[in-house]
């Protein structure tokens, strides 16, 4: 299984809030899958997600603002958000795994810009 992010619409002037949703890889609706440059990045920004809100570095912040559509929600992978960070076990496990998402993935998108 993996977790996607489900991006609610939103107007370009509003914060982004997402979802976590576990799925089952392969019976999932469409989603998309982002590669971008993962880097420890100042500044950080908010993205809504409950309580307390994900801090993500300014370039996957980036690329959430200029690749998803506002008007429809949306279904993404990112690595920052869908894997935890601080569970070696399953970021092992989701790294492995890598290359079925992004081959299960309607879409991939590489962000290579700021």
């Known amino acids: 299984s993996i977790r996607l992010v489900r991006v609610?619409?939103?107007r370009c002037h509003e914060a982004i809030a997402v979802e976590i949703v576990d799925s089952v890889l392969g019976s999932v609706a469409l989603f998309k899958a982002l590669s971008y440059i993962w880097r420890a990045d100042k500044p950080r920004h908010s993205v809504s997600c409950g309580q307390p809100a994900l801090e993500v570095g300014h370039s996957l912040w980036c690329a959430?603002?200029?690749i998803?559509?506002?008007s429809v929600?949306?279904?993404v992978w990112v690595d920052a958000i869908?894997?935890?960070q601080y569970n070696n076990t399953e970021r092992a496990q989701q790294v492995h795994s890598?290359?079925?998402t992004y081959q299960?993935?309607?879409?991939?998108?590489?962000?290579?810009g700021m």
């Not at 299960?104 to 290579?112: C, V």
């Open 64 to 66: 959430l603002r200029h």
């Open 98 to 100: 890598m290359r079925q």
């Open 73 to 75: 929600e949306q279904h």
């Open 82 to 84: 869908c894997i935890d």
């Open 68 to 70: 998803l559509d506002g």
């Open 104 to 112: 299960f993935a309607d879409q991939t998108i590489i962000w290579l």
């Open 8 to 10: 609610a619409p939103r």
